[in-house]
Structures are given as structure tokens and as C-alpha cells.
């Protein structure tokens, strides 16, 4: 997974994540990082430290549309 910044455009920081919800390429995706993460079903006896928990729809910071998983844009 590649992170993205406050305005939405692409980081150069990514993190190998445990994804259960079945995240596609280019969604935009919620994760837990950390022992919380290994709260995901079947993840408690497994080492995961970093989850996908939701994939997300819209993003919006203010009043601005930063993304949409509708239009597929930023």
C-alpha cells in the first residue's frame, strides 16, 4: 500500500498490509497499524502489524473533494 498526503497526492512511503476487506488497485483504503491491527477476523494469532480495515468512498478536507471511489480520481 502507498500512502498519500494531507492534499491527497501519493507518498513516497508504502507498508505491506494484512487486506481482508479486498481492496482493489488504486482504492483508497483505511489502515490500522500496530497490535491493533491483528483485531481484523482470524488476524488475533497471526503477526500483523498493519491492516486494511474499510475501503473508503469520499474524501473531503474542508469544504475541498480531495477523492471519490465513485469518480476514481484525485
Do not use: C
Request: charged share 25%; proline share 1%; net charge negative.
Amino acid at each position: 500500500m502507498q500512502f498519500v498526503d494531507g492534499q491527497g497526492d501519493l507518498t513516497d512511503r508504502y507498508e505491506v498490509v494484512a487486506d481482508t476487506v479486498g481492496a482493489g488497485i488504486e482504492e483508497w483504503v483505511l489502515v490500522s497499524l500496530g497490535s491493533g491491527s491483528r483485531q481484523i477476523r482470524d488476524g488475533e494469532h497471526r503477526p500483523i502489524d498493519a491492516a486494511v480495515v474499510a475501503i473508503i468512498d469520499t474524501v473531503t478536507i474542508g469544504n475541498q473533494f480531495v477523492y471519490s471511489k465513485r469518480l476514481q480520481s484525485r
